[in-house]
């Protein structure tokens, strides 16, 4: 283990004590934490009435958001822009209808809420009247994954946040995408935050998004990271979640002369969902509640990954010469290397996990969780997802808006972000966070409540700024690498 991972450990673990002494140590009760096949989004984190250390208290936020994400990925009303069907149909789930598409695919994309020109945007149950595809209709209903950052489109930005982009071991780019709920839309159109001459200034209160309640639903972010399986033998490709998708192809993109938007040339690419994040904010965690979850076959780590099927993200013979598999490459903690945005060769990255599925509490942890899950979802392509973890803020009564800096876990110290976020460090996906794996989600979004918009970069990055100008983007997608 190097310095910055025993100090981190030491100091998580100091952090772990603490809260264990603070509080009187009861027996939870996790009986009523059983899996179930259910379409309706959770819009509260199951209560917990005995005090405990955060640890006890991780299966709640576990099972809250492995339903969360079974809602998310439950069958969609054809062009109901993400109603489930049949949301108390276990079997629908099981068998979905073949003109059906999970529940999160017909929510709204970030650039469909953040149009370019500062423009509004449609309204929810409204198509846009273009395509960011150039000749494509938009009513078009193929994922547009504009995305090669976490942060940016790939007009904007070609890298993950802080680092590079992700080629698969097939030298393929991995791909992503943003998507909000319709509480969320509504809020920031309605109030044309859109748009950031409309942002609260001075002393008005920051932007506070809408929180989910047991009566109503409130703001809910995702993101999808996505690998095409052009290279992908067939016979494994059934072990992801499919979708054929439109990508960008670069140095095809232009100003569109009527609605000031860039439009882009696109082809279509079967893609596989490889990563997930939910955050969800509640009216009991107003600084959200985080989560993530991974494909099975990402680093070849679960045993139902078949032998002869190379690892989406890993390579166990590049590390031989490193001391043999799983040991990490000494130029970097989390992957063989981090590419440029000019690296046209696509040689793929080794990557290696840094932060762990959690093995506690005994019984009721991550990994128990997944079992449970994976076991309710057997027969289905889901069974081949497993929640990575869960992020919730201890202290949820503390300002969001607290702290205003530290962000702390890679230079080894904890950070404080807004509510004691527990664990403080170490939460993230290795198709997403590839670089920065010590680092959390609310670690991480802590950056986007300084600029006064809630915990959504998606908010903060993509608001219209005006006097602003999109030659950035043009520019950015002419170096996206061309696989030669």
């Not at 600029?451 to 998606?458: E, K, L, N, T």
Request: charged share 20%; net charge neutral.
């Amino acid at each position: 283990m190097n310095s910055r991972l025993r100090n981190i450990s030491l100091l998580l673990a100091g952090s772990v004590a603490l809260a264990g002494s603070a509080f009187a140590q009861n027996t939870p009760d996790y009986g009523p934490l059983k899996p179930v096949l259910k379409g309706d989004m959770p819009g509260v984190v199951p209560a917990f009435p005995f005090a405990a250390a955060p640890v006890d208290t991780r299966p709640m936020f576990d099972y809250f958001m492995w339903q969360n994400f079974i809602a998310a990925m439950w069958p969609a009303q054809p062009g109901s822009h993400g109603q489930p069907l049949q949301p108390d149909n276990p079997n629908i789930f099981r068998n979905p209808p073949a003109n059906t598409q999970p529940v999160w695919l017909g929510w709204k994309t970030a650039y469909e809420l953040f149009p370019q020109n500062g423009s509004a945007p449609p309204a929810w149950d409204q198509s846009g009247n273009t395509n960011v595809c150039r000749g494509v209709s938009a009513s078009d209903t193929r994922p547009v994954l504009m995305m090669v950052s976490k942060f940016g489109t790939v007009a904007e930005e070609l890298n993950q946040a802080f680092a590079g982009p992700l080629p698969d071991q097939t030298g393929l780019f991995t791909r992503y995408e943003v998507r909000v709920d319709r509480p969320y839309y509504d809020y920031v159109r309605a109030r044309k935050l859109y748009n950031r001459s409309n942002w609260p200034t001075g002393k008005q209160p920051p932007i506070v998004l809408p929180a989910s309640s047991d009566s109503a639903l409130g703001s809910i972010e995702v993101k999808g990271a996505w690998r095409d399986l052009s290279k992908v033998p067939e016979r494994f490709q059934k072990r992801f979640y499919t979708e054929l998708a439109l990508v960008a192809v670069p140095d095809t993109c232009s100003i569109d002369p009527g609605t000031q938007r860039v439009v882009c040339d696109c082809r279509s690419i079967k893609a596989g969902l490889v990563g997930f994040h939910i955050a969800h904010k509640t009216q009991q965690f107003p600084q959200w509640v985080w989560s993530t979850f991974e494909q099975v076959d990402n680093l070849g780590e679960d045993p139902t990954t078949p032998k002869d099927m190379q690892p989406s993200y890993y390579d166990p013979d590049y590390y031989k010469k490193y001391g043999g598999p799983r040991s990490n490459p000494p130029d970097h903690p989390g992957a063989s290397r981090v590419p440029k945005a000019d690296d046209f060769d696509h040689t793929p990255v080794n990557v290696v996990r840094l932060s762990q599925i959690p093995s506690t509490p005994a019984g009721n942890s991550t990994m128990d969780f997944n079992q449970r899950y994976r076991a309710l979802m057997k027969g289905t392509v889901w069974e081949n997802y497993v929640l990575i973890g869960t992020q919730w803020s201890t202290l949820p009564s503390w300002p969001p808006q607290t702290p205003k800096s530290d962000f702390g876990c890679e230079d080894g110290t904890l950070p404080t972000a807004g509510g004691l976020a527990f664990p403080a460090c170490g939460v993230s996906n290795i198709t997403m966070e590839t670089y920065h794996q010590l680092d959390s989600c609310q670690n991480c979004h802590q950056g986007a409540q300084r600029s006064g918009a809630d915990f959504s970069w998606i908010l903060a990055n993509r608001a219209y700024t005006p006097g602003g100008t999109t030659n950035s983007i043009i520019n950015g997608l002419k170096t996206l690498p061309v696989k030669k």
